[in-house]
């Protein structure tokens, strides 16, 4: 408790940071472009989220895991880190080149237009930044490093603040958009602080392609994310465009911008925590016990979190945008619900991730894309953006349903409690 205290203290109090940052960022570009500006912004977004995905190969869930279990074996640490390393410089590399290469065409499917392939450009050198600062967090959290993760986040969004604010106002809308993706570029140069005692294993001296095989797991759990549900959220915004408007797409995309910031503060503690406490976890009834506490605590918090929003939806919105978002207020009682088994499903999702059980995740992943698809194509037609908001609610009630019913099956499986997995 003392320990999870401590991790929960450190990452709340960055993610706290991180969140009302990355809100005063939309706010100002919302005040600046409309919502036909944030609208023309949301399939970007989603890219930036994919990029955090797959930069390094997305094999920092995987670092995270052997770092937690290699902590206290030095030699097999060092490969571990030496291998990750090659892996996320060479796929940095890689996407570099696809990037500037494909950059109109990119450019066109995400902003409708191939004026902004300069945008694309940018980002294809400022991945490689974000695959770095990723790569030193994700060690820090296999340390379990809570004070070292939280102080480096800091860091880096106050600078990435300050560099937002000058691309906003001395910008044009190229440069506010490109600003969106700075925020968390610079967290390598406080982490290597905390990392000293192994910045020397960091470089890429030795190759074990036993580890890589490991590590690579993840990468195609990280691609299979990349390509569903992004996917998913582009399908819908242009149909929510193609039925509707851009204002439309920019109403939704206000709405469940509120949804991620908070839900960072989940995710944040979750990443820190419960990853490594999973990974280190080796037999059934542990990990029936450490499942049944989480979702009580979670479910708990989430209740208190979802009335608290709720009440004060019309202040938030004001808060975060302006009255042009006023007709959200409708939005937020489906969010929150889809929000609450959303978060109450991450905790089966990092079960999964921590055991590296790759054919479950690709499947409960190819599910979510499903329910969202169907939902969407039934919902939105008619009911514009409270039409995509319904069918994200119902999309994450049906897939808790099916998570309890799998962790269930999985825990009755040999009907051994014990079965070491």
Sequence with gaps: MSKLATTTL???????IKMIVGLVMIKLFTLQFGTEGLGLAANFMTFLTVLGVLSGAGIFNGVTKFVASFEHNPKKLSETLSTASWIILSFSIFLLVVLTAFASEISQWLFYSDQYQIIIRYIAIIQIGLAVGYYFSAILKGFQNAKGNAVSLI???IVGLALFLGLLFWGNYNGAVIGLAVVPLFVAIPASVFLKP????LLPHSFSIPLAKQL???SVMVVVTAVTIPLAYFLLRDLLFQYHSLQAVGLWQGMTKISDAYLQFITAIFSVYLLPLFAKS???????QQVKSM?????IAMIGLSIFIYLFRSWIILLLYSAEFSSIESLFSWQLFGDFFKVLSYVFGYLIVAKTALRLYVLAEIFQLALLLLFGYLFIPNGAELGATQAYGLTYFCYFICCCVGFYLYQQRGNVGSETV
């Design 10 to 16: 450190w990452t709340v109090s960055a993610t706290a």
């Design 155 to 157: 860091i880096s969004t």
């Design 198 to 201: 192994v910045l020397k294993q």
């Design 216 to 218: 690579l797991k993840y």
């Design 282 to 288: 080796k037999t059934k009834i542990v990990i029936k």
């Design 295 to 299: 979702l009580i605590k979670v479910g």
